[in-house]
């Protein structure tokens, strides 16, 4: 028997896919239920129905799942922000890592593959940067599978001091009837420095503003012109200092990135007299702390900003032996192929890497590449091409940069067969 659309059926969640949804199978038909758990029996309704699977929403629950813990976020039900918080944490956990290594055996081809226990730090204020949209009086994240916005007065698994500034911003929002901020973004260091960039749709925010943020934040920019404070947040990573501007890529959890880069590091030893390639470098932190040891390093990425404040940064450390090169990585690699190489380190954005860096990376010919992911998805795809060109995956060691969502991050060593 068929289901169909809007139906009502009692069933029991067998399991989670991918994106943390329950799944369920019904009369042959696998289906995805949002925000349920392994063995939730749940009464649900029928949404959507396709040719390989159908979507259904629950209506009322009869028993809840072992893993089920109460979402402390009031937010949580319309947020489309965290998909996860109504799974206990070790849960999670164990979601993150069962996903890695079915990711790796099914779509990857990879059979007994070293993975490490997944690492992990607090599961809340632990994001050191948010993006907020703001419409007339409402300021918050988009709603789940939808652009309306979700009014909140803070983000719980955000710095607390991320949390006083949006109070901040709300408080002059309805002081002064400001209907003209668009976006925010906030940023915070593990110095305590805060930078705000506010978005909009003209530039005539009132002096009040000024007022109210003067003593809060370190550095406002609006509409992408500085305001006050030097434009950047310094964060202290391993001994080393980073200028990060508003519109640069760095890590966002503020709790696991030293662990991030200490992890990545200690893939090799005795890099003295080695040469390292480090891809999608963002503002060059991978590129100066692996130049501290090793003969050279270069870093390509595509993003201005990042790149002025990666030079920056090679100043500020005072490292002389790098190099750094502004464009995509696709393009810019081909310059590369003829150079010694010893090392290649790439932390692609979450599609993966293109096929022709791959075959770039190839050519080179490093002895080890050192892949950092945050997919395992399109990790497992990558690493399957790699295999294939002569590459053995020896390690991976997932990170939970990213509680209470369905992200994980995973450190891969891979060295010549």
Excluded at 316 to 339: A, H, Q
């Amino acid at each position: 028997m068929s289901i169909k659309e809007n139906q009502l059926i009692e069933t029991k969640i067998i399991d989670q896919n991918n994106n943390g949804e329950g799944i369920a199978k019904i009369n042959g038909m696998v289906v995805f239920i949002n925000e349920t758990l392994k063995e939730d029996i749940v009464n649900i309704k029928i949404t959507q129905i396709k040719k390989n699977f159908a979507r259904g929403k629950v209506v009322t629950t009869i028993k809840n799942s072992s893993e089920r813990t109460t979402p402390p976020c009031i937010y949580y039900s319309e947020c489309g922000g965290c998909n996860l918080q109504h799974q206990d944490y070790i849960h999670q956990l164990k979601f993150k890592e069962k996903k890695i290594k079915n990711a790796l055996e099914k779509i990857g081809e990879l059979k007994n593959v070293n993975v490490n226990s997944i690492l992990h730090g607090e599961d809340y204020n632990y994001r050191n940067k948010v993006s907020l949209k703001v419409n007339g009086q409402s300021i918050g994240f988009y709603k789940k599978i939808s652009n309306d916005i979700v009014n909140v007065n803070e983000c719980i698994i955000s710095d607390k001091k991320i949390n006083n500034i949006i109070r901040i911003i709300r408080k002059f929002i309805n002081d002064y009837n400001c209907n003209n901020i668009k976006e925010i973004i906030i940023r915070t260091s593990n110095n305590n420095e805060i930078l705000l960039s506010i978005h909009t749709d003209k530039f005539n925010l009132s002096k009040e503003i000024y007022n109210l943020l003067n003593n809060e934040i370190n550095t406002l920019i609006i509409d992408n012109k500085l305001i006050f404070g030097n434009g950047y947040i310094t964060e202290s990573v391993l001994n080393l200092k980073f200028k990060v501007s508003h519109s640069s890529f760095f890590q966002v959890n503020k709790y696991m990135t030293e662990t991030l880069f200490y992890t990545v590091l200690k893939q090799v030893e005795n890099i003295k007299n080695m040469v390292v390639l480090d891809l999608y470098c963002g503002t060059g932190t991978l590129t100066l702390l692996f130049a501290k040891h090793a003969k050279k390093a270069i870093g390509i990425e595509n993003h201005n900003n990042s790149i002025i404040n990666a030079k920056e940064n090679a100043k500020l450390n005072k490292i002389n032996n790098v190099d750094f090169i502004l464009g995509k990585v696709e393009d810019k690699i081909d310059s590369i192929i003829n150079k010694r190489i010893d090392i290649i380190v790439l932390d692609p954005p979450r599609k993966g890497s293109d096929k022709k860096t791959l075959n770039a990376i190839v050519k080179i010919n490093p002895l080890k590449i050192i892949y950092v992911s945050c997919d395992p998805v399109t990790l497992a795809r990558d690493l399957n091409f790699l295999e294939y060109k002569g590459y053995k995956t020896v390690n991976i060691q997932p990170i939970d940069m990213f509680p209470n969502t369905m992200h994980v991050e995973c450190v891969v060593l891979l060295e010549k067969k």
